[in-house]
């Protein structure tokens, strides 16, 4: 447990709904675990009170995180957005720099990428990928990936015209809109990710067929859950190497961290922190 003292820095997460979060946890270990002086809290939030939050955290020496629905907004009132809070048009993670300057990133870019290259051990360069969704973790994921060095991603969304819009504001000639599931049948893909919700309920639909392409070589679900998550496992039934969105969100925290205190994260105290929540949460709902 950290100590909190009248130096302590203050750190928030901000979005609504927040009490599910396990980001405090997650982070309140980190600190404790670095021996760092600061508290990391959450706040339910409404639009119009995010503006006044974010400055007066950063500019008080702390910051925060911010989360849904708030990403986009958040990007819209730093004072100094990062390149990748430009191009994924959204902000997790803010602070002030010593003249008082409100900056931010989205980490979940960075998150992405490191779990990516753990799960492939090593980086996804040339890699034929397909991505499922076209909301804000898919913005993120698509960056990571192009960055990386994939050879093509096709994004299949349920609405088109999202996936449109995603594919001209990051795209370049490796991104494609599947306009429909025939564009995909028998076609091979080294990777595909879940960026859709499908998975959060457990009556969701699989987000895909997985019969439906001529090859998978790997699954990278950026959903989460108690054992894994119906694709996951849907996946390793067929004998594809798969895996869920923890470590993208251990590694998203660990990079803000970072911006946050200057030195690297301690993610073993993290995963730590995350396993213990998620058995607590379970106890609970299993009661
Ligand atoms: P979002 O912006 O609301 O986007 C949701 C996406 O899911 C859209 O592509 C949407 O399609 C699709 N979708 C929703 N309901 C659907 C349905 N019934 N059938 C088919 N598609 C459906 O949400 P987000 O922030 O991108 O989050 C997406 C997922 O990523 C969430 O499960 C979230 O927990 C996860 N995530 C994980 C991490 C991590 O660190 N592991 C980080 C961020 C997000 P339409 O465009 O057609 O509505």
Not at 206 to 224: H, K, S, T
Not at 246 to 262: T, V
């Amino acid at each position: 447990m950290n100590r909190i003292s009248s130096t302590s820095r203050v750190f928030a997460l901000l979005g609504d709904p927040v009490e599910h979060s396990l980001s405090p946890e997650i982070q309140n270990a980190a600190m404790a675990a670095a021996r760092v002086d600061g508290v990391y809290v959450a706040v339910e939030t409404m639009e119009e009170d995010l503006a006044g939050l974010m400055r007066g955290l950063a500019r008080g020496g702390g910051g925060g995180n911010v989360t849904l629905p708030h990403k986009e907004k958040a990007a819209s009132l730093l004072d100094r957005p990062n390149s990748t809070v430009r191009r994924t048009g959204a902000c997790n993670t803010f602070w002030a720099e010593p003249d008082g300057t409100v900056v931010g990133d989205n980490t979940d870019v960075e998150g992405c990428r490191r779990a990516v290259a753990r799960f492939l051990q090593g980086g996804p360069g040339g890699a034929r990928v397909l991505m499922l969704g076209a909301g804000g973790a898919a913005r993120a994921a698509l960056v990571a990936l192009l960055d990386d060095g994939v050879d093509e991603v096709r994004i299949l969304n349920r609405s088109i015209e999202r996936a449109r819009a995603v594919s001209r504001r990051i795209g370049g000639e490796r991104v494609r809109v599947v306009a429909s599931l025939a564009d995909i049948a028998g076609e091979e893909f080294d990777l595909v990710v879940n960026a859709t919700r499908l998975g959060l309920e457990d009556d969701d639909p699989l987000p895909l067929d997985l019969e439906l392409p001529g090859r998978v070589g790997a699954v990278f679900d950026l959903v989460y859950g108690e054992d894994g998550t119906p694709f996951v496992r849907a996946a390793q039934a067929r004998g594809i190497r798969a895996t869920d969105g923890i470590e993208m969100l251990i590694h998203q925290g660990a990079a803000a961290f970072e911006r946050w205190w200057g030195r690297e994260a301690p993610l073993e105290a993290m995963r730590e922190a995350f396993r213990t929540r998620r058995a607590a949460l379970a106890g609970e709902v299993g009661r």
